[in-house]
């Protein structure tokens, strides 16, 4: 048994663009033999220009997407081998949000239906009140006041639905938090609180994080070992402050020296 949660090796991914009856059909290659592991406890951040493939990357890990070779396993099983039940209890416990706080959310249901929903999919609760109290504490967790228990998205700000998204995605008490861009639609005052309550969510709630950024601003503050991105390719690996302090790609030198930047587009 490796000390891995997560192993991805030598995965491949592309997408037909183009399909044509009398010569071969086009594709793009997104992902090329990517590799690495994450480590219990440990934030993995991943950084890159926007198109690089880093939602890709996320989407297929969750099975969001097919892969076309290489192997992902989840502890130290290949997740292509899992039953119904093993792939359901996969996908409960590695959670994602996304950069979209407001369009992930359903804008029909209240915010308390939609951070209780995981518990339906997954029975977790039975009875209507230790789900509600579920509910009440994971919005205390992160920072959501219990009056907006029954209110709809659009009366809340871009970093309250974020919240929502957050607390959504703890409820079920997942290993592993794939956040990608959690913050990039952000306005820069309600970035760092919400990069200051998934470090804080991270060390209370012994979460494991893979942690998605075109901003390389972002992502040192919050991970432990960085992989840099490039047309699908990694191109770069190490601890953050080795990538930082000493960049050994050209393509993660002009990166670094990019920050600080005047656009915050993903
Ligand atoms: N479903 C898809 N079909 C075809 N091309 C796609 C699809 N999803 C993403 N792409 C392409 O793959 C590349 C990587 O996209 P993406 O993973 O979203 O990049 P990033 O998240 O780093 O900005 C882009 O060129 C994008 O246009
Ligand atoms: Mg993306």
Same mark, same amino acid.
Request: aromatic content about 0%; charged content about 40%.
């Given at each position: 048994m490796s000390h891995y949660l997560l192993e991805v090796k030598d995965l491949n991914c592309r997408f037909e663009i183009e399909r044509n009856l009398f010569s071969k059909n086009k594709y793009l290659h997104v992902l090329k033999n990517i590799n690495f592991n994450l480590k219990k406890g440990s934030t993995l951040g991943i950084v890159g220009e926007s198109g690089c493939g880093k939602s890709t990357l996320c989407r297929t890990i969750l099975s969001l997407n097919n892969k076309e070779t290489g192997n992902i396993k989840w502890f130290s099983k290949d997740i292509d081998q899992f039953s119904n039940k093993e792939f359901k209890n996969f996908r409960q416990k590695v959670q994602i949000i996304f950069q979209d706080p407001y369009g992930s959310l359903n804008p029909r249901m209240t915010i308390g239906n939609i951070i209780s929903e995981p518990l339906e999919i997954y029975k977790k609760e039975n009875d209507k009140k230790s789900k509600t109290l579920k509910v009440l504490d994971v919005m205390e967790k992160v920072g959501l006041s219990d009056l907006l228990f029954n209110r709809f998205p659009h009366e809340l700000s871009g970093g309250q639905c974020q919240r929502v998204g957050i607390a959504r995605s703890i409820i079920n008490e997942p290993d592993v938090l794939i956040c990608d861009e959690p913050v990039s639609s952000l306005d820069l005052s309600v970035q760092s609180q919400i990069l200051d309550l998934l470090k804080s969510l991270k060390n209370k709630l012994n979460i494991t994080m893979v942690f998605v950024s075109h901003d390389l601003a972002v992502v040192k503050s919050i991970s432990d070992e960085v992989m840099v991105l490039k047309q699908g390719e990694i191109v770069e690996k190490s601890s953050a402050e080795q990538v930082f %302090? %000493?960049?050994?790609?050209e393509y993660t030198k002009k990166l670094i020296s990019s920050v600080p930047r005047i656009n915050n587009i993903g």
């Open positions: %302090n %000493n960049p050994k790609d």
